[in-house]
């Protein structure tokens, strides 16, 4: 499956990945998605969001990026549910200095993005009347250790949500621990 695209322009989104030593959400979403009949997706905090007109420099500008970057760390503040499509239930998360370092580097994909950092982990996607909470997770902090180049797409349902991939030719990266 591609990209999306239009006048030859390609939408991708940077995704940075909790560590698993900090919390496995992905058990949570596995169960929620499977409660709800939904799409599974890999936990995530969606960083940034753009387009290129040229998917082989972005790949080459994002490996070059994040290649020598440090991971990002921050405490959950809370919680949303039913705020839209991609916000059933989520996690928000404090705008530490660190995840803003890493989403000033990521501007640099695409410095025309309109696209509002706004810091959150999905469990949960689409619309649900009512989700009931079935977890617990402690307020220690959340250590995000890698950042991925992620396929974007236009929509909200749950064929879009299956469509997302890691570009091909771009590489997870390991973020260094900071010092």
Known sequence: MGLPQSNDTTSFCIWLMPSKQSFNFNDII???ASTYKTPKFAAHMTLFCGRT?????LIDRFNALFDHACSATSNINGMIINKSFFQSLALTFKKTESLLALHKLSQALDPKSQYEFNPHLSLLYGRQDTIPLEFTINNGAIIFDKIYLMSDCDGENNECICS???IQHSREIT???VP
Request: hydrophobic share 20%; aromatic share 14%.
């Open 164 to 166: 997302w991939h890691q």
């Open 30 to 32: 596995q169960h929620y």
């Open 175 to 177: 973020l260094q621990e």
């Open 53 to 57: 007109t040229h998917l082989p420099t």
